[in-house]
């Protein structure tokens, strides 16, 4: 098994930009996690999906910020326009019937 | 929701066994705690996780004393590479982690 799979591994772009994480679960896991990371902040639970269905977004910061699972092997979330402060690693996990998470290696942004 | 409190930092010595407590006075009865640590720059990983009883697999240990009102993580034989921060956390009846600030454990030569 390959683990949970984020691309990219590092992203740089200007403010306004759209950015577009991905995630691939690990097969047979029902629940996806998004996360995102900064110092100053620790790690924040943005949104999980259970069976590909959005269950808990109340993290998810504004509006600017969106996700989608439209399968069980592919997430995305995305930042439209990003803004510098959104600048952090942004990980994605999966977990199996309430199991423990895997998370993936993670991708970090930066918005300049 | 059940809230952990850990030591910010701790110091263990190479070769010895590092002794992680966490403080979870709140835990529900039906809560699991689980233990992930995070080397610098990657995703956190599973350590181990129990309920009531002991458990041990091949990374580490878990003592949970029977008011289950805290455990402690032991690493028997710490290397260099166990540098890392620790987490102790409770998973809640959604099955979601809840995430706090860790112990930042540093192995030294």
């Known amino acids: 098994d390959a683990g949970v799979i984020q691309s990219p591994r590092h992203e740089v772009t200007e403010m306004g930009q759209e950015v577009t994480l991905r995630c691939k679960p690990i097969s047979g896991h029902n629940s996806l996690f998004w996360y995102r990371q900064t110092m100053m902040r620790g790690l924040e639970l943005l949104i999980y999906?259970?069976?590909?269905?959005?269950?808990?977004d109340s993290g998810m910061p504004e509006d600017r910020f969106s996700a989608k699972m439209p399968n069980a092997s592919f997430s995305t979330l995305k930042i439209q326009p990003s803004e510098p402060r959104d600048s952090a690693v942004y990980f994605c996990?999966?977990?199996?019937?309430?199991?423990?998470?895997?998370f993936g290696s993670g991708t970090r942004l930066t918005v300049v | 929701d059940a809230k952990t409190t850990q030591p910010p930092s701790m110091d263990c010595a190479e070769g010895r066994a590092a002794n992680l407590p966490c403080n979870h006075s709140t835990i529900s009865g039906n809560e699991y705690v689980y233990w992930y640590r995070q080397i610098h720059s990657q995703g956190p990983q599973y350590i181990i996780h129990g309920l009531k009883n002991n458990e041990t697999n091949e990374m580490a240990s878990l003592i949970i004393t029977e008011d289950r009102k805290s455990s402690t993580l032991i690493l028997p034989h710490a290397t260099l590479r166990d540098t890392a921060v620790y987490y102790c956390l409770p998973m809640d009846s959604n099955y979601q982690l809840i995430w706090g600030a860790g112990t930042k454990l540093i192995i030294k030569p």
């Open positions: 999906f259970n069976n590909n269905v959005p269950i808990d």
């Open positions: 996990a999966s977990s199996s019937h309430g199991g423990g998470y895997t």
